[in-house]
């Protein structure tokens, strides 16, 4: 028994079934594949792209909004150390002022209770005489 290996017509039929098969898979399903995969890509690296380039703002964004967050700290610092500086002169102006008040006050009721003491002094050394004058006619009982 011997194999014949020449090719015949129904090669060349199957070889035309199969390009026309091959031909019609590729038309109707291997390019929509394609393009959906394609499509697919395209929107990922859009996306991504959308993507850094709206972290990239938001990374700027807050990078400002820190700096200016810095400035405004920094100037409500200042702010407050200014208030805070007034605040002390004012209680130091305030504090010598009342100090100075008081020692005045003091004064005046120290020259006051002195004018006092002395106009009750003399008062007592007048009334003195004649309390020992009264006490000795009544106790005498004649006067003195």
């Not at 015949?8 to 109707?28: E, G, P, Q, T, W």
């Amino acid at each position: 028994m011997q194999i014949n290996l020449t090719p015949d017509l129904s090669l060349l039929a199957i070889m035309v079934i199969f390009l026309i098969n091959y031909l019609i898979v590729r038309k109707f399903f291997l390019e929509p594949v394609n393009a959906v995969l394609e499509a697919r890509e395209t929107e990922t690296k859009t996306a991504e792209s959308l993507y850094e380039d709206a972290l990239a703002r938001y990374n700027e964004a807050t990078s400002r909004m820190e700096t200016q967050l810095h400035a405004a700290r920094r100037d409500a610092s200042d702010v407050r150390d200014r208030f805070r500086r007034e605040a002390s002169a004012f209680r130091q102006q305030t504090v010598e002022r009342t100090n100075g008040q008081a020692k005045e006050i003091i004064t005046a009721a120290e020259a006051k209770l002195s004018g006092d003491v002395a106009a009750a002094r003399e008062q007592i050394v007048r009334e003195s005489e004649s309390l020992a004058r009264l006490t000795a006619e009544r106790i005498l009982g004649r006067a003195v």
